[in-house]
Each structure stands twice: as C-alpha cells, then as structure tokens.
C-alpha cells in the first residue's frame, strides 16, 4: 500500500518545476506589467504636459494672442500637431475660459460651449503652472495636461489664456493591456521551454538511476550495505582515480585498517601494502591469488568495473586463508569420524552376525566366547586408554582407528608403554586429527599389500614435550621419497593426492614443533611427532 502511494521521481520534477516557473514567471509578469503601466502612464502625461507647453510657446499661438485670431483659425493650427501627439483633443482657452480654438478628433463628441473648469484656469492663470489632470471614471477618463499662455509684453508678462491636451485613459489602458498581452506572451513561451526542460531533466535522471524510482534507491541501498556489512569475507570498491568507494568491516578487520574514516580517501593513504595496492588497480580481474599481508596469508580476487569500454572502477575481496584453512579441516574431520564410525559399524555388525548365527545353529558356547572375547578385547582397549592415555581427544580418534584397522585386517597396536595426560589448551583437536589421522591412515595405507600388516603407535610425554610415533612394517621409502614427501601435490599414489603430509607439517609448524621420519626400503617407516607441552614467546627466545 506504501509503493502505491510513492509519486514517481518525473512527476515530482515536473510539478516541482512547473510550479516554481508558475510562480516566478507569475511575479515577474505582475511586477513588469505594474512597471509597464506606470511607464506609460507616465510618458502619456509627459507626452500631454509636453504638448501643451509645446503649443502655448508657439509663435502662431503668442500671435494669435496678440491679435486676436478667430477659433478657425486656431484650429488650423493646432490640428496638426494633435495628429502627430495622438491626443484626442487640443483646446485653447482665453484667460476668461472661452475657447478660441480646437483641434478635435472626429470620432469625440463636439462640446460647442464647453468652457474651461476652474481646476483647470485656476493654477494655470493665476500661477502660470504646467500640470496634468485626470477627470472623468476610470474607463471614461481623460488625461489632461495643461500649460498656460504667457504674452510678454516686454515690461510684463501676462497669462492670457491656457492650452489643454487631452488623452483618452481608454487609450492609454489599452496600450498597457496590448504591453502586457506581449509580456504574458512571453512568459507563457517561457514557460513551456522550463516544462520542456524538466522534462528532459527527468527523463536523464531516470536514465541514470536505471529507471528505478529514489525510494526503490534508497532500499537497494540500505539492503547493499547491510548485505556488505554481514558477510564475512572483506569487500573493497574503488572508483577510477583510486579513491575509496565502499568498505566493510571485514575488510577493515582483514586488513587490519585502524581509520575510523576511509572512504573517499585515496586507497594509497589506506593500505601500506603496494603489492595489493597493484593487485587493486590491476587492469585485469585476479582470481584467488594469495598474497602475505602482515603476517596472514589472505586470498585475493578482483574485477575491474567497465563502462563503454573504460574502466570506472575495480571490486576487490580478501578471504583469510587461515579460515578457509580452518573450514578444510572441519570438514576433514567431520569425513574421518564418519570414515571411522562407519568402519565401526561395520566390525559390529559383523561380530553381531558371527553370534546370531552360532545362536541359531544352537552352539550357545561358541557365541558366549565370541561374546567374551571381543569384550576382553574391548575392555583390554578401554582399559589402557583409560589408564595410559587420558587425553579424551586422542582417545577418540585411536578408538576410531581401531574400527577401522579391524575392518582392514590391519594389526594396530598401542605400545604398552604409551602414557599421555590430558593435553594443553594449546593442542585443540583439529590439528590432532590432522597429523594423527594422516599419519595413522598413511600407515594403514603403507601396509595394505604386506601379508601381515602391523600397524603400532606410541605416545608419551614425559619431560617438556610430547611425543606421537607411528610405524608400520610396510615397504618403507628410499631417501629421494623421503626428502619429498612433506611437499604439496606430491604422491605416489595417483592424481589430486599428496596433500595429507603437507598439511601434517603445516599443522605441526603452527604448534610450534616438529616431525621426523626414519625410512628405509624393505624396513616400514616410523614417523615421530614432537610437540612442546609450552609455547614460548619468540621475543624471548630470539633475546635469550
């Protein structure tokens, strides 16, 4: 119901910008109309007081005075001056304020004894002042200016009669109206090109948002950065000239950025490193290349971002390998306890048969001893873990072993000297099922083509180490094999192996000890693991 009611971006445009263009066009319309009509309001009582003044200077008009001209004969004067004005009527009145003579525009009524008013004779005659009155409604007015006739009579001057100029106020509205006929005009034309305009505006925006309406922005954008602030895989993005568009926080913590602010910095003020800083900018795209950033081995993946065949930025991402690394063992795990529960399952369940069918054949005593023999063994197993080796985590993966040597025909064996207390926290389980689950299954593997197969493990920690030693009575290994074995990929025994001694030595490097190997053909191999019981600070050991 919300979306319904969202106006789209183009109709906000085009409303807001219309009425802002109505409303400014609106004022500046009034405003100039107002001024145009004071304009020509004040040029018509210019043009009529001018006129006036124009024709009571006149030598024809100061003579006529003197002598005493008839009214044809003033009117022949003035007539052509009020066609070249445009007033509508020119009068000359005596000092008493009869008319002797007039200048009259056929489509006026003729007023044959009209006189002159006493505002008009007035300031005119006994002041000698030039004005301009208006008489008359509004739409009947008349716009009158007056000026008087002054005869110098050389040792005077006498005002001896007044001249009166007479514009229509209809005339003057009309002119004012035809003015702003043509402003309104002119705004309308405005008008339109703003609406135009905000119409290619809008349709350009909208081309750049995609089509997508701003708050349909504005969810996307909320929804990126809470999707780029929950993953846990760090995330970069940078714009052409290198300057920092987004960042999570797992990438801060990745590559551990202590800035409160980077974005809109320059990633070369950001990370120390000019190796990633290269692999950031690269031109190509990089796929899963590691790179060692403070002391962490992290994978890197790029992809430039490209518009019309020029590159307008790159999306970077960091995983730390330490985790993936993590993730591979978890899961090796998991596969090596389902391995060994299901050769467990097994080895019962075939036991659970041998009894069945001596139950069913009737020979009781035969099930009976199967029954005690395998809980002998069970106990003799359960007795010497429990006694010998009490760590729970090694206890697990041996039993696990047991099950599945059993279903193997394999003889394991744990030495009767063996002893192991519970391990420190700085042996969690993961590395162990690591090394002793590579090195025990590497034994099995050894021994799968002897025609008694013995596999048997010893453990111990006695002093400050701990001790794990598996040997089996396989082939053993000549000294090119030996030296190669700890190397990634390496195998005799097909493609996509030889991982398993790799990550055993890896696994044993990080806990800060060490693995040796004693080989010789036709003699087994004995693989012995020494891990310190304390992990001592390196600052210290370098300074002692």
Do not use: W
């Amino acid at each position: 119901m919300k979306n319904r009611l969202q106006v789209p971006l183009h109709i906000k445009i085009l409303g807001l910008v219309g009425t802002l263009l109505l409303l400014v066009i609106s004022l500046i319309t009034f405003m100039v109309g107002y001024m145009e009509s004071k304009e020509d309001v004040a040029n018509a009582e210019s043009l009529a007081m001018q006129t006036a003044k124009t024709i009571s200077y006149m030598p024809g008009v100061q003579d006529a005075f003197r002598t005493g001209a008839t009214l044809e004969e003033m009117k022949q004067l003035t007539e052509q001056i009020r066609e070249e004005a445009g007033a509508s009527v020119i009068t000359i009145f005596d000092r008493s304020g009869g008319i002797i003579g007039r200048a009259q525009d056929e489509t006026v009524p003729i007023e044959k004894d009209a006189t002159a008013s006493d505002e008009e004779l007035y300031k005119a005659v006994v002041f000698g002042s030039s004005y301009v009155i208006k008489t008359g409604s509004r739409e009947e007015g008349i716009l009158k200016g007056v000026a008087p006739v002054t005869i110098d009579y050389r040792k005077y001057k006498k005002v001896e009669g007044i001249v009166t100029v007479d514009f229509p106020m209809k005339g003057i509205y009309n002119e004012i109206l035809a003015d702003i006929s043509k402003i309104v005009l002119a705004a309308g034309v405005v008008f339109l090109m703003g609406i135009a305009g905000s119409f290619l505006l809008a349709k350009s925006i909208r081309k750049d948002t995609l089509g997508l309406e701003p708050f349909e922005i504005s969810s996307l954008y909320r929804e990126r950065n809470a999707v780029l602030q929950s993953v846990k895989e760090g995330i970069v993005a940078i714009d052409h000239q290198g300057i920092i568009t987004t960042m999570n926080v797992s990438a801060k913590d990745l590559l551990d950025i202590r800035r409160e602010e980077v974005i809109e910095k320059n990633i070369i003020d950001v990370l120390p490193s000019e190796e990633l800083i290269d692999m950031i900018q690269s031109p190509t795209k990089i796929i899963n290349r590691e790179l060692e950033y403070k002391d962490k081995i992290i994978i890197v993946n790029t992809r430039p971002i490209t518009e019309n065949g020029r590159k307008t930025g790159t999306v970077a991402s960091f995983r730390d390998k330490t985790e993936i690394k993590k993730m591979v063992d978890a899961l090796s795990e998991v596969r090596q306890y389902s391995e060994d529960l299901r050769a467990q399952a097994h080895e019962f369940t075939g036991t659970l048969y041998v009894i069945l069918g001596f139950i069913q054949l009737g020979k009781t005593n035969e099930a009976i001893e199967l029954i005690q023999q395998e809980a002998n063994l069970q106990e003799q197993v359960t007795e010497m873990f429990f006694s010998q080796i009490r760590d729970e985590k090694v206890q697990a993966i041996l039993l696990g072993k047991f099950a599945k040597a059993s279903e193997k025909k394999i003889r394991f064996t744990v030495d009767g000297e063996s002893s192991l207390a519970p391990l420190p926290e700085h042996v969690p389980l993961s590395p162990l099922i690591v090394i002793l689950g590579n090195l025990i299954n590497n034994a099995f593997d050894a021994v799968s083509d002897c025609t008694d197969p013995k596999v048997s493990f010893f453990v111990t920690d006695l002093g400050n180490d701990i001790i794990f030693e598996i040997a089996d009575n396989g082939k053993g290994l000549d000294k090119n094999t030996e030296s190669r074995i700890f190397l990634r990929g390496y195998s005799k025994k097909g493609a996509n192996r030889g991982y398993g001694l790799a990550n055993v030595k890896e696994e044993v490097h990080s806990l800060n000890g060490a693995i040796e190997v004693n080989s010789s053909p036709g003699n087994g191999t004995v693989f012995t693991v020494i891990l310190p019981k304390q992990i001592q600070d390196m600052n210290k050991m370098i300074g002692g």
